[in-house]
């Protein structure tokens, strides 16, 4: 007689699609109380991301009236704010934090970092950072999976898994693409082995699912393509050599990137004092360059647009790209809390779209949306998801030319990628270093 309990961590480290529709023929039960979990953890993760989104598009509401000079007032008192929640709430960490504890804490997250992470990713995101919300949907949803496993008593990989199928769900809202969303979760984890916690995939895609109907009849958003590209049809085969190159500038704009992020880490790491010293810097950083260069404030989702419609110079794409750079590594190394995938979206179409006011005749939309999935392959190692997402963000329906550029970006990407953690120990960065 078959057992009503749920598997063992050997069992589900084991499952695959076959076996799920095999068990559930076996013991639908079984399956079906799985199934609902992980929807369950899915359906909270995106009322909180619903919840989230409102109340960030209220505050930055408030917050957009600053323009100009007053940003050098405004700006640095934010950052003055969120230093000083950090402070008293403690430090919540970044993407990296949650990669280690992926690793290292068998995917146990922390919800006592929850409200530090809530209140200085909120401010640092309306007060015009240019960090995206990514990493605090992250980090509350899987820090709910990992408090749903421990009401279930669920140990190893069947916690782990929980864990990462809550991450899914806070990836999923943000993008509006639930398998892009759950394939993100697992691919960021690792900087070479693109998949390694297979066995979390089916609850991510289920939660996933889940969170993407609760946010989008919430928000309304998710349904429709975020961004309006121009008009796309793949009919040559020459576009996946125009992808291609679009793939490696892509790629050389990540190896940039990375370059200032690291640069204003060491400036930052000199600063001595409290957080909040560093972060009131930050924001006089951010504010000097929000004045210069407005479309480098805030995270890009509307700014983008910006992009698209207006016949900008090749020169002020190319600054505005260079300006991008600097304001996330600001913001990230500042202490201000968010995460860089939309950012770096925003910068990759900023440089696509320089290149095609230089060499008339090439497609804006190929040019624009190559560029921006190689930069983000190269800087996070996502080449699977970041074409998955993209398609769906633009409605770039033949993308196999965003994945040739995809792929592009992570196979010429740094070997010691930005993110340390996914090297998954501290031996094989130190020898990633010792050969590059």
């Not at 069992?11 to 609902?36: D, E, H």
């Not at 509401?61 to 008192?77: A, E, K, T």
């Not at 864990?163 to 899914?168: G, H, K, W």
Request: with cysteine; hydrophobic share 50%.
């Amino acid at each position: 007689m078959s057992s009503n309990k749920p598997p063992t961590s050997n069992q589900t480290q084991r499952w695959t699609f076959l076996q799920l529709f095999g068990l559930a023929k076996r013991n639908p039960l079984m399956i079906s109380k799985w199934v609902m979990r992980w929807a369950v953890v899915g359906a909270a993760g995106g009322l909180f991301a619903a919840f989230y989104w409102n109340v960030l598009e209220q505050i930055t509401h408030n917050l957009q009236r600053f323009d100009g000079l007053s940003l050098l007032i405004v700006m640095p008192l934010a950052g003055l704010v969120i230093g000083l929640v950090i402070h008293f709430l403690g430090n919540p960490g970044e993407i990296a934090v949650i990669v280690d504890n992926i690793h290292f804490r068998g995917g146990r997250l922390d919800t006592r970092k929850n409200p530090s992470m809530i209140l200085a990713s909120l401010l640092s995101i309306s007060a015009g950072g240019s960090a995206g919300p990514e990493a605090p949907l992250v980090q509350v949803t899987g820090s709910f999976g990992t408090w749903v496993a421990d009401r279930l008593k669920l140990q190893g990989e069947d916690l782990r898994s929980m864990s990462l199928a809550a991450m899914a769900a806070g990836f999923t809202a943000l993008f509006g693409a639930p398998l892009g969303g759950a394939i993100f979760a697992l691919e960021i984890l690792h900087h070479q082995h693109i998949v390694e916690y297979y066995e979390a995939l089916m609850p991510a895609i289920v939660s996933s699912c889940a969170s993407y109907l609760v946010f989008a009849a919430i928000t309304h958003l998710g349904i429709a393509p975020t961004w309006h590209f121009p008009q796309y049809r793949l009919e040559n085969i020459d576009d996946f050599a125009i992808a291609i190159m679009f793939g490696i500038i892509g790629a050389i704009a990540g190896w940039i990137f990375m370059a200032i992020f690291r640069g204003c880490d060491r400036l930052f790491t000199l600063i001595p004092g409290p957080i909040y010293v560093r972060t009131t810097l930050a924001g006089l950083g951010l504010g000097s360059l929000a004045v210069l260069l407005p479309l480098t404030r805030y995270f890009g989702h509307e700014e983008l647009e910006s992009v698209l419609d207006t016949n900008f110079s090749a020169i002020f794409l190319l600054t505005l790209a260079l300006g991008k750079m600097a304001a996330i590594s600001v913001t990230v190394t500042g202490g201000w809390r968010g995460g860089f995938i939309i950012p770096l979206f925003f910068t990759g179409a900023c440089i696509g779209k320089a290149i095609t006011v230089l060499i008339p005749g090439l497609n804006p939309a190929l040019a624009m949306i190559c560029t921006m999935a190689a930069i983000n392959a190269a800087v996070t190692r996502t080449p699977i998801s970041t074409t998955l997402l993209l398609s769906k963000l633009t409605n770039f329906s033949p993308f196999t030319p965003i994945l040739f550029a995809s792929l592009m970006g992570f196979f010429l990407a740094p070997k010691v990628p930005l993110i340390a953690s996914q090297l998954k120990s501290q031996e094989e960065a130190t020898e990633l270093i010792r050969n590059s």
